[in-house]
């Protein structure tokens, strides 16, 4: 099994960045495809964006693409979200998560991704 956690999160202002990382282990950390997902009080749980387990392939939310890119370093079992220009809308629970897959495109889905890290609080104030 896949054992993940998360940190990088905290309190910052609109406009301002966080890097959000998640650390993996207890499995071949480059056969796993990564994801990150969000979730606000009251709200359903978002994709966010997702990475392919060679790292040579992404997916980013439609609403974060200019800002929020996914990295993966398979050497350090870690997975990152750098997060830009932050926003009070992206004040959220960011999960990892991981998935065991061999193909080149990361799955979108949240039913797709079996393992799960508690999540690290992002709040952006205005």
């Known amino acids: 099994q896949v054992q993940l956690v998360e940190s990088g999160g905290g309190l910052v202002q609109a406009g301002g960045s966080l890097r959000l990382s998640c650390l993996g282990s207890?499995?071949?950390?480059?056969?796993?495809?990564m994801g990150w997902f969000r979730q606000a009080p009251g709200k359903e749980r978002e994709f966010v964006a997702a990475?392919?387990?060679?790292?040579?392939?992404?997916a980013h939310a439609g609403s974060v693409r200019d800002r929020f890119t996914i990295s993966r370093d398979n050497a350090k079992s870690t997975v990152y979200l750098q997060m830009n220009s932050l926003k009070p809308e992206d004040t959220a629970l960011y999960y990892c998560?991981?998935?065991?897959?061999?193909?080149?495109?990361?799955?979108?889905?949240?039913?797709?991704?079996?393992?799960w890290g508690q999540g690290t609080q992002v709040t952006v104030s205005s």
């Open positions: 998560a991981a998935t065991y897959s061999l193909i080149m495109e990361p799955p979108h889905e949240i039913n797709a991704y079996v393992y």
């Open positions: 207890g499995r071949t950390f480059s056969n796993y495809a």
């Open positions: 990475i392919n387990g060679r790292g040579d392939s992404t």
